[in-house]
């Protein structure tokens, strides 16, 4: 499994990133993919996942302003992030599998950093 993270990066409160994660290594097409986020000293938390069947799902925090989507022809994930609120600040990872499943596959790039700041 290998997973890389981009987009990341500095934006204002209230604009918006949009975060890519190709794939590879696995049968992208039928495997569920999930975003979790990282604040220094805090573990790892669930953002969103979307299953092969094009169901998604989100934290409460981020529900109603960030959506989930993939394209199984690029193996590649999307996060897009709108109206952005400081406390989103963290270091964004895609992971293999779904909401329950994530953590235990233990498959999640790099990440890459968003910063909410004025």
Same mark, same amino acid.
């Given at each position: 499994?290998?997973?890389? &993270?981009?987009?990341?990066?500095?934006? +204002? !409160? /209230?604009?918006?990133?949009?975060?890519?994660?190709?794939?590879? /290594?696995?049968?992208?097409?039928?495997?569920?993919?999930?975003? #979790?986020?990282?604040? !220094?000293?805090?573990?790892? &938390?669930?953002?969103?996942? *979307?299953?092969?069947?094009?169901?998604?799902?989100? /934290?409460?925090?981020?529900?109603?302003?960030?959506? *989930?989507?993939?394209?199984? #022809?690029?193996?590649?994930?999307? $996060? +897009?992030?709108?109206?952005?609120?400081? &406390?989103?600040? #963290? @270091?964004?990872?895609? #992971?293999?599998?779904?909401?329950?499943?994530?953590? +235990? $596959?233990?498959?999640?790039? +790099?990440?890459?950093?968003?910063? @909410?700041?004025?």
């Amino acid at each position: 499994v290998h997973l890389v &993270e981009s987009g990341g990066g500095l934006v +204002q !409160p /209230g604009g918006s990133l949009r975060l890519s994660c190709a794939a590879s /290594g696995f049968m992208f097409r039928s495997s569920a993919m999930s975003w #979790a986020r990282q604040v !220094p000293g805090k573990g790892l &938390e669930w953002v969103s996942s *979307i299953y092969s069947t094009g169901n998604t799902y989100y /934290g409460d925090t981020v529900k109603g302003r960030f959506t *989930i989507s993939r394209d199984n #022809a690029k193996n590649t994930v999307y $996060l +897009q992030m709108n109206n952005l609120k400081p &406390e989103d600040t #963290a @270091v964004y990872s895609c #992971a293999k599998g779904g909401r329950d499943t994530w953590r +235990q $596959l233990g498959a999640w790039g +790099q990440g890459t950093q968003v910063t @909410v700041s004025s």
